[in-house]
Every structure is written in structure tokens, then in C-alpha cells.
């Protein structure tokens, strides 16, 4: 095989983070962003792999029974990804591996999982296997685990289904028909990576377990009841519980003054309600605004922030060419 594109899309959480990675409900959406893998195999051992966000680095594939690559820390997902097939396949090769993407990094779009779904879908087809949804997610959160040392199956199920999904612990339920318009995505443009975020949210849980069990448990709760009012079509109920989420979100302090300003504009802008989206202390929010949308981008920008042009609910892991 010669070449092989794949591309899986970000993600939101309209409900949940965080307390998902304990078992608890969220309810998430795929973005039309999405982040595109490029892949060819070597007839060396080289492992080169550029992007047109973090430039170039090159690594070195050590052929073993279990193939291990050497290689620095800048694409990381993409490399603990191909590392992780290699292993379960037993058989490895040089690679050429080139990466796009439409979605800003550490900003709570999910593309660590984007492109470790698209990376283990590549890796799989390269070596002739078939890609299963269910072999993707769990190679893909093992990717995420190892990298990141905590980890939920939320953004790797989203990036490889797409659509609306509940997940909770291992299972997911796919959410059919459901069209939720007037959501708007602010951008704080400050970095911020998934893993100190829930390392950080961990280490609370450890000193105050009762605390922020209830927390979650109630962040489950709003997952299962926020669901429920978009089925109904009722989004100012929606809005509010939204805004309930980001207060329990920010008790876990993973908001921030950015973030907070960001939220604060939008729903003085109308929106029915705000929420970080993701790990949190920088990166996205979200603002629920059906007919405010560009009374809300103005005010996200005036805010400091950058909308994005988003919409919720699009496909999920594609096979582009094989």
C-alpha cells in the first residue's frame, strides 16, 4: 500500500468533563473541524512526520517483536499512536507521516484525540488490518492514557463516531436526529494541554474525595437531564444547566479569567447559556445563542476572544484514500 489519508474530527462537551474520566455521563458533539493524517511507509527505519502546526521532527522505528520508536516529544499522540499498533501487530515499518489540521491545539477541541484516531486508522490500514470503531477507540484511548497518564474514552469515541454521543465509562450511546443549532465556539488563544488539567482536577479529588464526588455526581446528572431538554427542544433549559456546569467546573478550578470573560460576554450577548469546553484553564468555550450567534461572536471578540465557525454533530473517522 502506498499511501493512506484518514481524518477524524474534534470534539465538545456540552456536559461532563472531567467528572467522565471517573465514570460518570457526559454528553458530547463532534466539530466540523477536523484533523487530517497523511501516511506512506519507508525502506528504512526512519520515522519522519511534519505538521502544518509544529513543524518537522524525526524519529527511529526499533524493530523487535514488539517494535518501540525513538523519537522526541512534539507529536507525541501521533507517535505513541503508531508505537501502540506496531506493538499489537507485531511488525512495524519506517513512515512518512504528514499531519493538518483545522483545529487550534490545547484549546478543549479534542485534537490530541482527533488525531490519535485518525493516526491508529492510518497505522492499521498500512499494515493491511481492518479498522474496527471498537479497535480504533480503545487503541486511541490507550494512546491518550499513556501520554496523558489519565484519560476518558470521550474524545476518542467522538472523533471515531461523530454525531452526538453519551458516554459512560466503555459504553456509548449514539444520539440519532438530534440538530442543535446556535451553538457559537470562543477561542481564548491560551494554550493549555489536557493532561496537567486533569492531573490537576485528580489531585483535588484526592484531598477532598467527598467534595468532588458530589460535584460530579451532579455533573452526570445534568449530562443525562441536559440531554433530555435538547431532545425536548427546550434551550433555555439547556442554557441554564449549562451555566450550572461551568459553576461545578470552576469549583474543580479548571476555569479561568479568560475563560470567565469569555463566558460573561456571551451570555450578557443573550446566549442562553456558557461553559468551558475540554480540560479547561484555557483553550474553548461554549455558547449556547439560537438567533444571538453573531450578537455573541461580536461579544466573544470584543471580549478578547476568537469565535470560531463551528458546527456541532458532523461525521466521524473517515478513511479519505487507501
Not at 16 to 42: C, D, F, I, Q, T
Request: aromatic share 4%; charged share 25%.
Amino acid at each position: 500500500m502506498s499511501t493512506v489519508k484518514t481524518s477524524a474530527p474534534g470534539a465538545v462537551f456540552l456536559f461532563g468533563e472531567h467528572a467522565v474520566v471517573y465514570g460518570y455521563p457526559s454528553l458530547n458533539a463532534s466539530v466540523s473541524g477536523r484533523v487530517r493524517v497523511e501516511m506512506k511507509p519507508r525502506k528504512d527505519n526512519r520515522l519522519e512526520i511534519q505538521s502544518n502546526g509544529l513543524g518537522r521532527e524525526e524519529g527511529r522505528v526499533i524493530r523487535e517483536e514488539r517494535p518501540k520508536i525513538r523519537a522526541g516529544k512534539r507529536f507525541s499522540y501521533v507517535v505513541k499512536a503508531i508505537e501502540l499498533v506496531f506493538s499489537e501487530i507485531g511488525e512495524g515499518c519506517g513512515l512518512e507521516v504528514k499531519i493538518s489540521s483545522d483545529l487550534p491545539m490545547g484549546a478543549g477541541l479534542s485534537s490530541s484525540s482527533a488525531v490519535s484516531v485518525a493516526s491508529v486508522a492510518a497505522t492499521l490500514l498500512l499494515l493491511g488490518e481492518k479498522v474496527s470503531p471498537e479497535r480504533g477507540v480503545e487503541l486511541a484511548f490507550r494512546t491518550e492514557l499513556e501520554v496523558q497518564t489519565v484519560a476518558s474514552r470521550a474524545g476518542v469515541s467522538v472523533a471515531t463516531y461523530g454525531g452526538f454521543l453519551r458516554i459512560e465509562g466503555k459504553n456509548l450511546k449514539r444520539i440519532p436526529d438530534l440538530h442543535v443549532p446556535g451553538f457559537v465556539v470562543g477561542n481564548t488563544g491560551i494554550f493549555s494541554a489536557t493532561g496537567p488539567m486533569v492531573r490537576k482536577v485528580r489531585d483535588l479529588r484526592e484531598k477532598h474525595p467527598e467534595e468532588v464526588e458530589a460535584l460530579f455526581r451532579l455533573m452526570g446528572t445534568l449530562a443525562d437531564t441536559g440531554l433530555s431538554s435538547l431532545k425536548e427542544g427546550d434551550l433555555k433549559r439547556t442554557g441554564t444547566l449549562m451555566d450550572i456546569n461551568q459553576a461545578c467546573l470552576a469549583a474543580l478550578g479548571v476555569s479561568s479569567p479568560a475563560l470567565e470573560r469569555l463566558i460573561k460576554a456571551s451570555r450578557e450577548a443573550g446566549a442562553y447559556g456558557a461553559k468551558l469546553t475540554g480540560g479547561g484553564g484555557g483553550g474553548c468555550m461554549l455558547a449556547l445563542c439560537p438567533g444571538k450567534e453573531k450578537e455573541v461572536s461580536e461579544a466573544i471578540r470584543r471580549a478578547g476572544g476568537e469565535p470560531l465557525p463551528m458546527s456541532l454533530g458532523g461525521e466521524g473517522l473517515l478513511i479519505e484514500s487507501e
